[in-house]
């Protein structure tokens, strides 16, 4: 007779569960960290942008040269600094499609086995019924050949 059911793969669907976990963390920490970087690179724009705004003169006003120099070099450094965050942003968002194309990985590696523990699950709980069905078919061919006899 069929005893409780065992799914022999149990050690190894914890450690699927476990692994797209991690996936999880990690995508988690990847968009976090592709986020910090779009916000960096948002907040070097708008830098960028007042300094342009910073270098217009009213009409009629002279021009201060020495300044105008200075925010011209700043300008520059924020062009670098933009180039080099949107370079740092593209690679962040290879990182986390990197990180979600592992994540869709791990979650199809769990969910076979969860199915496949599933599908044995209920194997097991059919082949329960067959054995218990047949338990009852030869109590009630028992009880009958018994009471056909003490009938006789």
């Known amino acids: 007779m069929a005893g409780r059911f065992r799914f022999r793969l149990e050690s190894l669907l914890k450690l699927r569960k476990s692994l797209e976990q991690e996936a999880q963390r990690h995508l988690g920490r990847t968009v976090a960290q592709r986020n910090e970087v779009e916000a960096r690179l948002q907040d070097l724009n708008l830098r960028h942008?007042?300094?342009?705004?910073s270098r217009r003169t009213e009409t009629g006003q002279p021009i201060d040269l020495t300044f105008w120099r200075a925010v011209e070099r700043w300008l520059v450094v924020l062009e670098q600094r933009i180039e080099a965050a949107s370079e740092e942003l593209r690679q962040a968002e290879a990182q986390v499609e990197a990180a979600r194309k592992a994540?869709?990985?791990?979650?199809?590696?769990h969910l076979m086995l969860l199915r496949l523990?599933?599908?044995?699950?209920?194997?097991?709980?059919?082949?329960l019924l067959r054995e218990e069905a047949a338990a009852a078919d030869e109590l009630a061919v028992l009880r009958h050949r018994f009471q056909s006899r003490s009938a006789s």
């Open 49 to 53: 942008q007042q300094a342009l705004e």
């Open 103 to 109: 994540l869709t990985k791990a979650h199809q590696e």
């Open 117 to 127: 523990k599933e599908r044995r699950k209920a194997l097991h709980d059919l082949e």
